[in-house]
């Protein structure tokens, strides 16, 4: 589904990713883990063409995509969460919602039945259910990072990548989040997820990498990551 191969991005002169290679295949959930600062996000963003790679492939179902705009990335099925609430503060959360089948409305990806999904991402998360005349700028911070997810799965995407979605929610929305991955992943989607919560992680995802100062350090099954000393020692606490 999704091959990012050899990939090498950064700001400017300064390189934050060293040639690393993951696959997500279809079906599955994959997690890259690392701390702080290792470059997740900016691998996010290099799939989705908010940055432009300098080496390297991307391929999405066949189609190499490394260098294309976000809009096309986007038409092509691809749907991102980004970190840290980016959502549109002056409009409700349905408007959201709806600005994200946006590619769809315009035909750029199939119709589909938008208000059957709408009410579906609702469903998914009642707590958006009940916000959902509101702005979303009045959301509260882990209210806005569900808000994202619920309208990246509005494109109806092949693939949804999400960049830390438990980040800045109290524990128990934490919990709801890894819920709602894991009652995804049952239904079939497609995933690569970001976290530094990589416990939880570790238990959703079928296979993950572990991303290192821009470098892949250690790949595997998630069941054998999870029992991986070094893995272990440096990211799940030592008590997990
Ligand atoms: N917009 C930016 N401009 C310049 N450097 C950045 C920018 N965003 C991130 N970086 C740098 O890239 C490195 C990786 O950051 P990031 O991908 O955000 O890591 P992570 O998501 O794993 O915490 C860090 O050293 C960070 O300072
Ligand atoms: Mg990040």
Redesign the pocket.
């Known amino acids: 589904m999704l091959a990012i191969k050899n990939l090498e991005a950064?700001?400017?002169k300064?390189k934050?990713l060293h040639g690393i290679s993951i696959e997500v295949p279809k079906g599955q959930v994959i997690t890259l883990i690392?701390?702080?600062?290792?470059?997740?996000?900016?691998?996010?963003?290099a799939v989705t063409g908010m940055i432009k790679p300098t080496a390297g492939e991307i391929t999405l179902s066949q189609t190499r995509i490394d260098g294309f705009d976000s809009y096309k990335i986007a038409r092509l099925g691809l749907a991102h969460s980004p970190?840290g609430r980016r959502v549109f503060s002056t409009m409700t959360v349905t408007d959201n919602l709806i600005l994200g089948a946006f590619p769809r409305l315009t035909r750029s990806r199939p119709k589909g039945d938008v208000n059957g999904d709408l009410d579906r991402a609702l469903e998914l998360f009642p707590r958006l259910k009940e916000r959902r005349n509101q702005l979303a700028g009045t959301l509260s911070g882990g209210e806005q990072q569900m808000l994202a997810m619920a309208r990246a799965i509005m494109l109806n995407p092949e693939i949804i990548l999400l960049?830390?979605p438990s980040m800045g929610l109290a524990p128990i929305l934490v919990d709801e989040v890894f819920k709602i991955i894991a009652r995804l992943k049952s239904e079939g989607v497609t995933m690569l997820l970001?976290e530094?919560f990589a416990a939880a992680a570790l238990n959703v995802a079928d296979y993950g990498y572990v991303?290192e100062n821009?470098r892949i350090t250690a790949h595997g099954p998630a069941e054998k990551l999870k029992n991986d000393p070094a893995v272990k020692a440096a990211y799940l606490g030592g008590s997990h």
């Open positions: 950064g700001y400017g300064v934050v690392g701390s702080n600062g290792a470059g997740k996000t900016t691998t996010m963003r970190e960049d830390e970001v530094q991303l821009g």
